[in-house]
């Protein structure tokens, strides 16, 4: 679901409407929609696969009168996002499979507070993540639910979870309108700070493959990253899309459970 260049570039993984046709990747965020074939898992978030339906219930679209990132619910008024996907406001989007049709499952919620992370650096993405307030509680069902807050970060190699409407080729553009899945795991600190030399900080994490061919794309921006059940990332940024040697990059969720409980207790 990121985006491919020979240059790479540092960019997040947030998309507009208008960024079908991708210019050379910088330092890239995951931000964004097309339909991804359902039986060839080469073009999927990229290298995964179409979600059972409803089967990521904490999984929010954020829409601006198009689908622009992901985000997760984590309490029937909160979602949590990435800092880089800000907008002064949002209608957030739960119950969503296909975004492009309605299937009886959505609400549709006006966000009422949008607030980033105070030290967010846009140029390093550091401490990218923010929270939006909904103007009323989300009803919580089947399809609807919110996702757990971590009380450690995982080991290397653990086996998690990310999904988005995000890029599904690793050269060019193709938005599905379904969302799509991705299993992998969290990679060492080591490899992380290989991958990124001096650019990986002590709130960011990798996941992914070393050999490329699965990561997350532009439009899966502010996404979850999920390891047993527990919202452990969110999708920010990387270079390219399912690049070798260069995996997605996440913020650590774990460093920001305090900033969560005590900014949701203020507003």
């Given at each position: 679901m990121r985006l491919f260049s020979e240059n790479y570039r540092k960019e997040p993984r947030r998309e507009t409407r208008g960024s079908k046709v991708k210019t050379?990747?910088?330092?890239?965020?995951?931000?964004?929609s097309g339909i991804a074939s359902s039986t060839d898992d080469d073009d999927k978030i990229v290298g995964g696969y179409t979600c059972q339906a409803n089967s990521v219930p904490y999984q929010v679209s954020l829409n601006v009168g198009y689908h622009i990132c992901g985000g997760s619910l984590i309490s029937n008024q909160w979602v949590v996002s990435a800092a880089h996907c800000y907008q002064s406001r949002f209608q957030v989007r739960l119950g969503e499979h296909n975004i492009a049709v309605t299937e009886g499952n959505e609400q549709f919620i006006n966000s009422a507070k949008v607030i980033r992370h105070p030290s967010y650096n846009s140029r390093t993405y550091d401490n990218?993540?923010?929270?939006?307030?909904?103007?009323?509680?989300?009803?919580?069902?089947?399809?609807?639910?919110?996702?757990?807050?971590?009380?450690s970060f995982p080991a290397a190699g653990t086996q998690c979870l990310i999904s988005g409407w995000g890029n599904t080729l690793s050269s060019g553009s193709n938005y599905p309108n379904l969302l799509q899945c991705l299993n992998a795991p969290i990679l060492s600190d080591?490899?992380?700070?290989?991958?990124?030399?001096?650019?990986i900080t002590s709130n960011m994490f990798c996941a992914g493959f070393l050999e490329g061919g699965k990561d997350s794309c532009q439009g899966d921006s502010g996404g979850p990253v999920a390891c047993s059940g527990v919202l452990q990332g969110i999708v920010s940024w990387g270079y390219g899309c399912a690049q070798r040697n260069k995996p997605g990059v996440y913020t650590k969720v774990y460093n920001y459970v305090n900033w969560i409980r005590q900014t949701i207790a203020a507003n």
């Open positions: 050379p990747i910088s330092f890239q965020t995951r931000t964004f990218d993540i923010l929270l939006i307030k909904l103007s009323s509680p989300a009803s919580i069902n089947s399809k609807v639910s919110a996702i757990s807050l971590p009380a080591s490899s992380c700070r290989s991958s990124y030399p001096n650019q």
